[in-house]
């Protein structure tokens, strides 16, 4: 009994609400709170005290990755979440269709286009030549999502997105050193193709009589792809990835975990947990530990929704804990951050954090949240620490002199 | 609600004197306790497990400044602190007013001269040519300190002090390193300065008849002066000191704080805490928070008296804590390190945090004291955590990755 499953519930931790409850405290969760009582708990801060930890950067420490080594940037993560045949070197982007008019960029979603719409559009800007010995290749993901790589000799990701975050002109990229030769033909490549992007989707016979034209495309999160030392080498241990959102299958994928792809797992609150937690127990078979990633919890925190927050929470309690227990291994529930829903938005608390299996010192903690875990024994973990507990659960810790 | 108060009582840790009491276990302290009991607590290292800080360094800590990377040195934080204008590149030190009689320092402090016979014998002092384009130039501040700067170009900190902390032989300063060229010419310029100083010093008509005369200079603690990224860039936070301190002055305007002078708040017993609450309110409505420092249970500390250091703990809780509360804030009560009485001197142990206000997840502890904060669920915190925790709660902390 040395395997271990890991659920992450993304952005669980909250603050108090007034009358001093969060969604996980006001959670019908018997199952959860069990395996609190019969385990160990404690309070997790994937990044440090006080740090908002980002998705990408707290579940490479998750994984066991410094974030501050290990963190390629954002486009290269989404890319390897898309199943993208990254090539060292490559530069990549996270990708969106727009609708562009006048000079602006008046949607940054073009109107959400769907998925189908998207795919059609996408062959008119999949391979184009944006510069000498230079290709950009776009894939579309999920509605207007894409992203974007930049293929050739001498590119740096060190350049300013075309992608505002906002409506407005749309803007040009530019080195953000200006004496940077390399970053300036990035940069210089990345407006070519958006010059040539527009050029073609606007002609485009799809987007004809549409109000909101997919007619341009903006890129951010730029970032280069580098190989890191596969998990398995690195720790001497295989980790199977199961979740929705393709930034977390990006993530597991960067580290060399096997990303497994499950029906119906959708990273919303319709994401069926049951199928989920099957696919953990087939993994758990080949692997000695599985990650199951749910992002409903944070999602409902953006919203501002308490209710719904607490209610994927006790739905996570019936739906998936019960499958997990049959895996007959350790099992580690935590958030990868804190999203209060009155702030809606991650934050820098700490998320409660519970590890529960043979191999553990149960301590007095008999419930499963924010306020008992905080009296937990295993005190306040941070960044890699988790990942080295759970490698330390499965008895695959390795020793540090001799 | 998202601004904060942060109290600093210097040396508030203790040790439990025979039976088993601290000054602040045993102080008379209903607000800071109803504060604890609503609020969450734990334990702080200004620097690190164990290790006992200094005023200047623990103070850099908890403003967000990493004391290893941004420590200049006490001479610089004491000319900042008495509003010197410092310009990069001088090399500062603290200074004394001593008695020096036949070759010997017999008094490190001349009698404990007031501030205004130091004012005028100063005047002698003022700005000297101790070098081939160096100057020196020295200003009083209260009583027998005093902070002197050497000026001009290729000058170096790594050097001996003139004062050896005890009375005999006044020592000259040499380099460090005696291949150390900028040293040699520092160290030279230094020992010059006092040669002349006590010459001129000697000479005066205000020394004349006096047992204990102001004949010399003697200093310590140099450092050179650089800038530093002002808080309000690397944190994107505004923030005010209200102290009495010329120390805690200077550590607050070396990371770009706002000081704010009190009349009353003089670092005794005496110190007017209420005009220093009302300073803070007044504060708070232009700053995101406001640092709020007590010298007092430090000074008692050194003097070993538990008695007093207990009762200017009472009244904190009484006379200022009230006037704090109207701010509508979090509020954090700590100390920058222990300074147990029956050491007299600063010690490594953690000093208990207590953090108050709507986005804290009370824990189960109900009193503010050594003792009991061992169990709050912060744990224990550790150099800049502190001030990353304030700026969580201020939500204030930026993401680390998207």
Same mark, same amino acid.
């Given at each position: 009994? $040395? ?5 992450? /519930?993304?952005?669980?931790?909250? !603050? ?23 385990? %160990? ?64 960029? $008046? ?9 189908? +719409? ?8 999949? #391979?184009?030549?944006?510069?000498? @010995? ?8 999920? &509605? ?10 001498? /590119? ?5 997105? %075309? ?12 080195? !953000? ?6 970053? #300036?033909?990035?940069?210089?490549? /990345?407006?070519?193709? $958006? ?5 073609? !989707? ?24 580098? #190989? ?41 609150? +319709? ?12 993994? /758990? ?65 700490? $998320? ?17 949240? &924010? ?7 295993? @005190? ?23």
């Amino acid at each position: 009994m $040395t395997k271990a499953i890991l659920v992450v /519930l993304d952005g669980l931790g909250d !603050l108090p609400d007034a009358k001093g409850y969060t969604p996980l405290s006001a959670a019908l969760k018997p199952n959860m709170d069990r395996l609190a009582e019969e385990g %160990t708990t404690g309070l997790f801060h994937s990044i440090g005290r006080g740090i908002v930890p980002g998705s990408d950067t707290s579940h490479l420490n998750i994984f066991g990755y410094e974030y501050s080594k290990y963190y390629p940037g954002r486009g290269p993560l989404e890319a390897l979440g898309a199943k993208f045949p990254l090539k060292e070197g490559d530069i990549a982007f996270r990708a969106n269709f727009a609708t562009f008019d006048n000079g602006k960029i $008046t949607d940054r979603r073009a109107g959400r286009i769907t998925t189908e +719409e998207a795919k059609v559009l996408s062959k008119y800007v999949q #391979k184009l030549k944006v510069g000498t @010995g230079i290709d950009a290749l776009f894939q579309n993901t999920v &509605e207007h999502r894409g992203i974007l790589i930049l293929r050739g000799k001498k /590119l740096s990701p060190l350049i300013t997105p %075309t992608d505002s975050h906002s409506t407005g002109p749309l803007p040009k990229s530019a080195p !953000l050193d200006p004496k940077d030769r390399n970053a #300036k033909r990035t940069a210089e490549a /990345l407006n070519k193709f $958006t010059r040539m992007a527009t050029q073609k !989707l606007d002609k485009a016979k799809e987007n004809k009589d549409k109000r909101r034209p997919a007619n341009a495309i903006i890129a951010r999160g730029a970032g280069t792809y580098t #190989k890191v030392e596969p998990m398995q080498n690195r720790y001497g241990v295989r980790g199977a990835c199961i979740a929705g959102g393709a930034l977390y299958k990006g993530v597991a994928s960067y580290v060399g975990m096997d990303v497994i792809d499950v029906k119906g797992a959708t990273g919303t609150f +319709e994401t069926d947990l049951k199928a989920k937690g099957k696919a953990a127990l087939q993994a /758990l078979w080949s692997h000695d530990f599985v990650f199951v990633h749910v992002k409903a919890t944070d999602s409902f925190s953006h919203d501002g929704n308490f209710i719904e927050k607490r209610n994927i929470i006790a739905k996570v309690d019936k739906e998936l804990i019960p499958t997990l227990l049959r895996g007959n291994c350790h099992i580690i529930i935590t958030g990868d951050h804190s999203s209060p829903v009155k702030r809606r938005a991650h934050s820098g608390d700490p $998320t409660p954090l519970l590890v529960w299996g043979p191999d553990v010192r149960p301590d007095e903690v008999k419930k499963f949240d &924010e306020f008992a875990c905080g009296g937990g024994s295993l @005190g306040h973990l941070q960044g890699t620490e988790l990942f080295q507990t759970m490698l330390n659960l499965m008895d695959k810790s390795r020793m540090c002199g001799t």
